[in-house]
């Protein structure tokens, strides 16, 4: 389960959220030739998104600190005949950043769209935790987003064209257990693409913010608690993609959001609250949900 917050902007699409006017949502479908930067692009979400983007013809800068990785993942995509540009480099530096950036400008030309997805987790409880611990939770995941869009948007904004795709978390909701410096940091990433989305709302820029639930990935691996409506990257990766082109399936519905901040806040909850929404609304809705949060 993901939410997805989608700006408005040129071509439009009508839908209808339940009990509400209508709404519009930009649609872009086309990935042929667009150059897409990802950052976080090594594993997990920033890989599957990749490899998918890779398939529908865009040519791709991957950037992540461990080069041989990216370089693996260059050479899948390489071998179906795509385009993608190993960018190794620290998101926390700024100037490694700027400079990957330069690069896969002068390789591919001026990018089309960047997924700032780069990002670590965090569990520890209050009492062992250290302000090292939140600083680099911070640092990694709302310094790494700032330095990526600030490269980019100057020249998107000279353009009058380009998106920008945030991943936050549903962390950003609500504090969760052994996760403030996580929690803390999506809820400022997600401000923070939020103020970028108006100062940007006449300049041609889009800004889509996609707040995931649990996902299969390296950084849900080895968990203990519960991850209420865990989806498979997969799935997760063809949702995103979706909302990112502004087809993403969207609901109003305050009790799932109540629901699964229940079972953040009182784990023993979970099954209770996993029954009513399935009762209420069906497998189906809980598969193919995008939630947005109206608490």
């Not at 983007?53 to 865009?58: D, E, F, N, P, Q």
């Not at 302000?131 to 948007?153: E, L, M, P, R, Y």
């Not at 380009?162 to 929690?183: E, N």
């Amino acid at each position: 389960m993901m939410s997805v917050d989608q700006q408005e902007n040129v071509s439009y699409k009508d839908f209808v959220l339940p009990g509400r006017e209508t709404a519009r949502l930009d649609l872009v479908t086309d990935w042929s030739d667009r150059v897409v930067l990802i950052t976080g692009a090594s594993s997990g979400i920033g890989r599957g998104l990749a490899l998918e983007l890779a398939r529908r013809g865009a040519r791709l800068g991957l950037l992540a600190r461990r080069a041989d990785e990216l370089n693996r993942i260059v050479s899948e995509i390489e071998a179906s005949d795509g385009i993608a540009l190993p960018l190794p480099a620290d998101i926390t530096d700024v100037d490694a950043v700027s400079k990957a950036v330069a690069e896969l400008r002068e390789a591919l030309g001026p990018i089309d769209v960047l997924i700032a997805n780069a990002g670590i987790g965090g569990s520890k409880a209050a009492d062992k935790l250290s302000a090292a611990d939140v600083a680099k939770v911070i640092n990694v995941n709302v310094i790494g987003v700032a330095n990526s869009t600030t490269a980019v948007i100057p020249e998107m904004v000279t353009r009058g064209q380009g998106q920008l795709v945030i991943i936050s978390s549903l962390a950003a909701y609500r504090g969760l257990p052994k996760s403030a410096a996580y929690c803390a940091s999506k809820a400022a990433v997600s401000a923070f693409a939020e103020s970028l989305r108006v100062d940007l709302q006449s300049s041609g820029v889009d800004v889509t913010i996609i707040h995931p639930g649990f996902i299969k990935t390296p950084l849900t691996e080895g968990r203990h608690a519960q991850m209420p409506w865990l989806m498979e990257l997969d799935d997760a990766v063809k949702k995103m993609v979706r909302a990112i082109n502004g087809q993403g399936d969207r609901s109003a519905k305050k009790e799932l959001c109540v629901s699964l901040a229940a079972c953040y806040y009182r784990p023993r909850l979970y099954g209770l609250a996993d029954s009513f929404v399935r009762s209420h609304h069906g497998e189906e809705f809980v598969s193919r949900v995008m939630t947005i949060f109206v608490l």
